[in-house]
Every structure is written in structure tokens, then in C-alpha cells.
């Protein structure tokens, strides 16, 4: 199947942190040959930022960092604040405990955002933006978590030297090394995601290609578990998978309209999204620590699919406000450093604070110090990384003889 551009111009963008900051370029428009009908794509071009979806990845990083203040299950809330969620936070508890699914919200965003960065980029050009803008800020995410749990009485993990060293790869997980901060988990989905899709970029990105290898990755999450391959299982993700499924779909949407076969897998996704969910012993949640009502978690993963549905059809393009896109960037870093510091303040002063004031000044002070840290420690670095691998040569070079 061809697909005819209205305009010499593709969609992509430059993402600063995590899974990237929705923003939009202008690109030479790449030959994708195939064969088919033809879908003519929407041009977005000169439409700016995608504030919205910079606001709602800010808001899913806060209702997980308030998950983790607030929310948490009563035995880790004892350890944390010494005291049973009843006596601090008798209502709200039960409310934020719901902030662990902003992390399903993110993958959403991450299949849309992803896509969306990697289309008319080259497999080199796709490489090194996922590298500088994940690895520079998880670097320094590692170390303040090191250094919170060795010197500043964390409560929560442990740092020896072997899980220092395989969580900087960011491979701790296929290494069987537990992770530094347990924030860490998502990373590995995010990364399986990178590289599986790695081979579609290398391909050339089109309409046709972006659907099979949703296809296929929908049918190798339904198999996974059944075929019992714990590496199929370990690369696939059947939990997340739904996710970025659905996310890809969305933005096939915006930059090609919706079309019924675009609805149907977005409605498997969101099938499968909460069988996995929802499964006793087999899904992302243990029932033992948190059994709410199914009916809200429904509820919830519905409305993260309608959020996202929203911004694929253009309903939010009004949405423009500059805060939202430089709340996007503090994303990834509030995300890592909510955790190590945030928790370590709330455990060492929670017994001496009112624990909402504290969280309020916890929370400002983490946002403020993380738009520091992406400003001055993040952005440069990442700056360096770039211009580093743009002048390295990917090509293995074959080494001259010793003999003539």
C-alpha cells in the first residue's frame, strides 16, 4: 500500500527526557513503497508542541509519585511513615492508591510519542535519540538513589557495588539483579519496545508496516504466556504490550485519520489491556496487596484511552499552553528522583511534619529541582551524548593486517 502525503513533510519529534516530549518537525519526506490502497496522511506540520499529551504524561509521573506518598499498600505505608494509612490518611488512601496505573498512561503515550518521533528518522538518527534521551537522566537518577540509600537512610532498597553497576546498563532485569529503585521496572518494557521497533524503523516507517508489527506483537502477547518461553515472555511484555499497541493506533489516527481497522485494534488493545490487568495471579497487580473495585479499574484504563483518543483526533490542538510543555520535560525526571529523595524525606520526617504539608513541600521542592537538574545536568549532558555519536561511526571498521 502507497501512502501519499498531502505535503513534502513528515511528523517527528525533538523529546528531551523519558519516552520523549511530543513536538513537531519538518522532515524530508522518505519513499516507502508498497502496494494497496491509498491513505492520504494529515499534515501537522507548523501545528507546534503537543501540550496536551506533555500535560497528561506530567499528570501520570505525579499520580504515581502521590501513589507512592499516599497510596501505597498499609504494610509499606507503616514503613514509611510509622504509621497505618488510617491515622494519616484515612480517605485519601484509597483514592491515590489508584496513581500505580498512571504507569499503563505512560506506555499509552509512549507508543504514540515514540512513533510519532521515529517517523522519516533513520535507524542511526532513532538510536541515538532514544539513547541521550533516556540514558543521561537515568544516570543521575542511579546515582541519587545510591547515594540516598548508602548516606541518607532510604527506606526502601539496598546499593552494593554488582546492582550499582548492571542498573547503569538498565539491563538489571534479563541480568536477575534487583532494581536500585523500583521505578526502574518500567524501563525494561519501554527498552524491548525501543528495540522490537528498532527493526521497523529500519525498514522504513509506514502506515501498512507500523499495523503488521502491531499485529504481531498482539498475537505474540496472546501466546506468550500459553507457550510458557520465559524469554518470549521477558522481550514481549504481555501486560504493557496492550499499551503501546494502542498507543502506535492512536497515532496512526492523527496522521492518517481513523479508519475502522485503526478502531478495531485499539479496542483489542484495550481488551486485552484489561484482561491482563485484571487477571488473578498473572497480571501487573497483586490482588493480595490491592483489591479495589474492578469496576473503577476499568473505569480508569478507559478514560486514559479515551484521553488519548481525544488527542489523536485533534480535539485538544487548542490546548497550547507553553507550562504544559515545560511541565513534559520534567516528566522523566521527577519520575527517578520522586522515589530516592521523596520517600527518604517522608521517612525521615513524616513523625515531625504534618505529613500533607510535607507532601505538598515535598512534591514543589522535587518539581523545582528537577527542572534544575534537566536544565543544567541533563540537557547538556544529553547535548554532548548527541554531538559525540553523531561523528562516531557505526560501521565496524576491519582492522588493518599485521602482515603485509
Known amino acids: 500500500m502507497t501512502i501519499t502525503h498531502r505535503t513534502g513533510q513528515v511528523d517527528t519529534t525533538t523529546d528531551r527526557g523519558g519516552e520523549g516530549t511530543a513536538s513537531l518537525e519538518s522532515l524530508p519526506t522518505q519513499a516507502t513503497p508498497d502496494s494497496g490502497p491509498v491513505i492520504a496522511s494529515r499534515s501537522r506540520a507548523g501545528e507546534g508542541r503537543l501540550a496536551a499529551l506533555d500535560g497528561l ?5 505525579l499520580a504515581v509519585v502521590l501513589f507512592h506518598f499516599i497510596g501505597q499498600k498499609p504494610k509499606t505505608m507503616v514503613h514509611l511513615w510509622g504509621r497505618t494509612p488510617e491515622n494519616i490518611f484515612p480517605d485519601a488512601h484509597a483514592v491515590f492508591a489508584f496513581g500505580r496505573l498512571g504507569i499503563d498512561l505512560f506506555f499509552l503515550i509512549s507508543g504514540f510519542v515514540i512513533c510519532l518521533s521515529a517517523w522519516g528518522r533513520t535507524p542511526r538518527d532513532f538510536f541515538i535519540s532514544r539513547v541521550t534521551r533516556l540514558y543521561p537522566m537515568y544516570w543521575i537518577g542511579v546515582v ?32 536477575g539483579v534487583d532494581h536500585l529503585d523500583s521505578v526502574y521496572w518500567t ?9 522490537t521497533f528498532s527493526v521497523v524503523v529500519w525498514k522504513g516507517l509506514t502506515y501498512q508496516r507500523v499495523l503488521i508489527f502491531g499485529g504481531l506483537w498482539t498475537l505474540a502477547a496472546v501466546l506468550a504466556p500459553a507457550a510458557d518461553i520465559p524469554l518470549l515472555t521477558l522481550v514481549v511484555n504481555p501486560p504493557s504490550a496492550p499499551y503501546f499497541i494502542a ?40 490482588w493480595n496487596d490491592w ?33 504544559l510543555s515545560v511541565a513534559g520535560t520534567l516528566t522523566f ?23 500533607r504539608l510535607l507532601i505538598v513541600g515535598t512534591v514543589i521542592g522535587l518539581v523545582l529541582l528537577c527542572y534544575v537538574a534537566h536544565r543544567f545536568v541533563e540537557r547538556p549532558l544529553a547535548t554532548a551524548m548527541r554531538r559525540w555519536l553523531k561523528t562516531a561511526s557505526f560501521t565496524p571498521a576491519t582492522p588493518v593486517s599485521r602482515q603485509g
Open 57 to 61: 504524561r506530567f499528570l501520570a509521573a
Open 144 to 175: 541519587v538513589s545510591a547515594i540516598c540509600i548508602k548516606f541518607a537512610g532510604a527506606p526502601f532498597g539496598s546499593a552494593s557495588p554488582r546492582e550499582i553497576l548492571a542498573n547503569l546498563t538498565m539491563l538489571q532485569k534479563p541480568l
Open 187 to 195: 524501563l525494561w518494557p519501554e527498552l524491548c519496545f525501543y528495540l
Open 247 to 286: 498507543g502506535m493506533a492512536f497515532y496512526l489516527m492523527y496522521r492518517f485519520r481513523p479508519t475502522p481497522l485503526l478502531w478495531g485494534v485499539v479496542g483489542m488493545s484495550w481488551l486485552l489491556a484489561l484482561h491482563f490487568l485484571l487477571t488473578p495471579g498473572g497480571g501487573r497487580i497483586s
Open 291 to 323: 483489591s479495589p473495585w474492578r469496576g473503577w479499574l476499568i473505569l480508569v484504563i478507559t478514560a486514559f484511552f479515551f484521553m488519548i483518543a481525544a488527542i489523536a483526533l485533534g480535539w485538544t490542538r487548542r490546548i497550547n499552553w507553553r507550562w
Open 333 to 355: 525526571p521527577l519520575y527517578l528522583l520522586h522515589s530516592p529523595i521523596g520517600l527518604t524525606v517522608a521517612h525521615r520526617f513524616g513523625d515531625r511534619v504534618d505529613p
